[in-house]
């Protein structure tokens, strides 16, 4: 195991057909602990993946440099960084069994002398004879041991003697899987491996990588789109945008405090509410007509900011549905969303004609069109200047749990 660092990594592709050069990513700096899980996000074209192919060597960076533990490796050969990478497509070979899929990498971990490759070919050879007529490769031995370990650890016992089209999707990336921690590499990587799964086997699949991943406590890597996967699989997530790091922590941190508008867009679904407000003062910020206290560590910091313009955030579940008074919002329901346990209630703010989306337990009836009151959290505020970032609470805010690895 090992921790892994990318240091002003730079990665631009050059021209094509008359085309300006494309920078994907742009002097990033991303250091990734001994034992993480650690989930990439951003939208497509961000650098994500393009990340991972560099840390495995399928690509070249153009600037900065790259470590395993303190090794660079930038310079070296795939094969000699001591990586395993996981596909989108799982990458099997077709015309090889489940165990030789699980024993590929094994088999070309280390270079062997002619007599050795000699007692390997003959014994691979000899695998249809009956027992007696068999003949051993020590090394050859030494695989099936290790192929039998991994294929227990993933259930894939009963399946060894298949062909790849003889799996269902589940089936063939719990093979996918197997192949990377055969090696047991320093690192795995991660590309999208659940994107071809349906729903139900995607939930049992990521149950299973993230019990595996504690388990074995080898620093990962994972590249999603998948919100649920980014919040539920990884120790951190980091968000990546136009090839820079927006923001490294916990899914906790992004989702309660996101450094800019970007975060607070993209982490959580629904996203984050926005509304442009005024700061009037100390713990009040104006929005049309109506004043609205705000509570908690930024309450203090709009005393400085009297007067600015600023973009409020709200979490859905920062509306609650309330009695009419004068200092509640009324608002109109444009469409709701049944999720069995909750509802989303897409809603059009009288004042201002904004749209926000409000969490409501599944009791609740109001079809469309109907008026509504809401209360609004005072302590849910979440504000940003007009550059988009977050401004900083006055006081230090509430401690989140500390990050533990396996």
């Known amino acids: ?91 099997l070979y077709p015309h090889l069994s489940v165990a030789d899929n699980i024993g590929f990498g094994l ?35 030494r695989i099936a041991e290790r192929i039998a370990e991994v294929a227990e650890t993933l259930e894939l016992g009963q399946l060894l003697e298949r062909l790849p089209k003889e799996l269902s999707g589940g089936q063939k990336q719990r093979v996918a899987l197997g192949r990377a921690i055969a090696r047991q590499p320093a690192v795995f990587l991660m590309d999208e491996p659940l994107s071809n799964l349906d729903a139900k086997l995607r939930t049992g699949t990521r149950t299973q990588i993230v019990e ?12 999603t789109h998948d919100q649920v996967e980014a919040m539920t699989m990884g120790h951190r997530i ?56 705000v509570e908690g560590p930024l309450a203090e910091a709009l005393a400085a900011r009297t007067g600015q313009e600023l973009t409020g955030g709200l979490r859905p579940e920062h509306f609650q549905l309330a009695p009419a008074t004068n200092r509640n919002l009324r608002a109109e329901v444009s469409h709701g969303e049944a999720l069995g346990n909750e509802q989303l209630l897409t809603c059009r ?34 504000l940003f200047d007009r550059a988009g970032d977050a401004l900083p609470p006055s006081r230090p805010r509430a401690a989140l749990p500390e990050l533990k690895l396996p």
């Open 107 to 141: 088999r070309r971990s280390r270079r062997r002398s002619l007599l050795q490759q000699l007692q390997d070919s003959l014994h691979l050879a000899s695998r249809g004879l009956p027992r007696r007529l068999q003949l051993h490769s020590p090394r050859e031995g």
């Open 349 to 382: 703010l009288e004042e201002g004609g904004h749209l926000v989306q409000v969490r409501v337990g599944p009791e609740v009836s109001l079809p469309p069109g109907a008026s509504l009151h809401l209360d609004v959290d005072p302590r849910g505020w979440r």
């Open 1 to 91: 195991m090992a921790e892994v660092r990318f240091q002003q990594v730079s990665k631009t592709y050059p021209p094509r057909r008359g085309s300006e050069p494309v920078e994907v990513l742009r002097q990033l700096d991303l250091d990734i602990e001994d034992g993480e899980f650690l989930v990439l996000v951003g939208p497509s074209g961000c650098g994500k993946s393009t990340l991972l192919r560099l840390l495995a060597g399928l690509e070249q960076p153009t600037g900065g440099e790259i470590y395993v533990g303190s090794r660079p490796v930038s310079q070296l050969r795939p094969a000699q960084r001591d990586v395993a990478m996981v596909f989108q497509s799982y990458a």
């Open 212 to 223: 595996l991943q504690r388990r074995l406590g080898t620093t990962t890597l994972y590249v």
């Open 238 to 293: 980091a968000v990546l945008n136009a090839g820079r790091l927006q923001q490294l922590g916990t899914p906790m941190e992004l989702y309660q405090w996101p450094a800019n508008l970007f975060v607070a867009q993209f982490i959580g679904s629904p996203p984050m509410n926005l509304l442009p407000v005024q700061a009037i003062g100390s713990a009040q910020v104006q929005l049309g007509s109506r004043k609205l206290a």
